[in-house]
């Protein structure tokens, strides 16, 4: 049973890129949620995707968006990259049960360095 | 705005000591709880979840315990390994259900 998994481990880019991260889901669930995780701090919520809709969102600007493919799997973009969204990038899985979701399983994160 | 924090940054503990460590969260909406552990370099491990309706939950060598009172969590690990040492973050499902609001963590240290 394949858990979450993440594309790419590392990235480094130049304040004022965009960028891709990839996120696939753990076997069987249908929801995405993505957190950013400064050193040194818990996560924050990003937004949430089920079916290929995003559901709920955190505090971040347009900057940061997302989709969601009918495989579940789901890509966060920034555009127009800062200084301060060096961070760690974590995609989180779960399934939708009545409504809410639970149990979320996180993927290993992928490690963002702005310079 | 609400939020989830952790009352103690560090907490070391001897190889066989039983450890605690607390978490208090503040959003009077919030009916489900759950436990992590990140290791460096890694992302978050689910250890133990608990909803508003019970007070305790247990899970290997891992209890939860649930204080809706005074708005008080606990994870309590028996007999600490040294493969406990990593970073404990507890969550809360806020208003929504949704989106995991996170404290900043407690930094767990198992010495022999």
């Known amino acids: 049973d394949a858990g979450v998994t993440q594309s790419p481990t590392h990235l480094i880019k130049t304040r004022g890129q965009q960028v891709t991260l990839r996120c696939s889901p753990k076997?069987?669930?249908?929801?995405v949620s993505w957190y950013q995780q400064a050193l040194g701090q818990g996560p924050q919520f990003i937004f949430q995707?089920?079916?290929?809709?995003?559901?709920q969102r955190g505090n971040f600007p347009d900057r940061f968006s997302g989709h969601q493919f009918p495989n579940y799997s789901s890509e966060l973009n920034v555009n127009a990259l800062l200084l301060g969204d060096s961070a760690l990038y974590l995609c989180?899985?779960?399934?939708?049960?009545?409504?809410?979701?639970?149990?979320?399983?996180f993927g290993p994160g992928t490690r963002l360095t702005v310079t | 705005g609400e939020s989830v924090g952790l009352h103690l940054p560090t907490l070391s503990v001897q190889e066989g000591d039983n450890s605690i460590i607390n978490c208090a969260y503040s959003?009077?909406?919030?009916?489900?709880f759950i436990w992590y552990k990140q290791e460096s370099g890694k992302g978050p491990q689910f250890i133990i979840d608990?909803?508003?309706?019970?007070d305790k939950r247990q899970g290997q060598r891992v209890t939860v315990l649930l204080n809706k009172t005074v708005k008080h969590l606990s994870l309590q690990i028996a007999a600490t390994q040294p493969g406990d040492s990593a970073v404990y973050f507890c969550?809360?499902?806020?208003?929504?259900?949704?989106?995991?609001?996170f404290g900043k963590g407690t930094s767990l240290l198992v010495t022999p």
């Open positions: 959003n009077s909406a919030s009916d489900y």
């Open positions: 076997s069987g669930h249908d929801t």
């Open positions: 969550a809360d499902s806020g208003n929504s259900g949704y989106a995991l609001n």
């Open positions: 989180a899985s779960s399934l939708v049960s009545g409504g809410r979701t639970y149990e979320q399983y």
């Open positions: 995707y089920y079916e290929e809709e995003e559901r």
């Open positions: 608990i909803r508003s309706n019970m």
